[in-house]
Nanobody
Framework: QVQLVESGGGLVQAGDSLRLSCAASGRAFSPYAMGWFRQAPGKDREFVAAISRSGVSTTNNADSVKGRFACSRDNVKNTVYLQMNSLKPEDTAVYYC??????????????????WGQGTQVTVSS
């Protein structure tokens, strides 16, 4: 069992930056590929970004966040991060981190992950 706790959300203005953190506990962190998803009111949960177990490789939702969001991890601190720059009002959502024990870090569907955090709210005002 892996427990995930997100933090770092908040209310910001368009163009601002935020860094979300997701702290993992319960089991060794490094065997898990990590993903970030978001869900806006009335919408389906959407893939945002993912990172490989080593942190060397990442992927993201190019249509929505390419060039603005970046995923990283620190396997010593058991934490994965989502750096969000140039935020837009349409980025407003609850952001979730997720974990799956796999080499494949390119999983973009939510059912592909085994463990989830409780989410952190990000609100971007115009």
């Amino acid at each position: 069992q892996v427990q995930l706790v997100e933090s770092g959300g908040g209310l910001v203005q368009a163009g601002d930056s935020l860094r979300l953190s997701c702290a993992a506990s319960g089991r060794a962190f490094s065997p898990y590929a990590m993903g970030w998803f978001r869900q806006a009111p009335g919408k389906d949960r959407e893939f945002v970004a993912a990172i490989s177990r080593s942190g060397v490789s990442t992927t993201n939702n190019a249509d929505s966040v390419k060039g603005r969001f970046a995923c990283s991890r620190d396997n010593v601190k058991n934490t994965v991060y989502l750096q969000m720059n140039s935020l837009k009002p349409e980025d407003t959502a609850v952001y979730y981190c997720a974990a799956r024990r796999t080499l494949d870090f390119t999983i973009t569907y939510s059912s592909g992950y085994d463990y989830w955090g409780q989410g952190t709210q990000v609100t971007v005002s115009s």
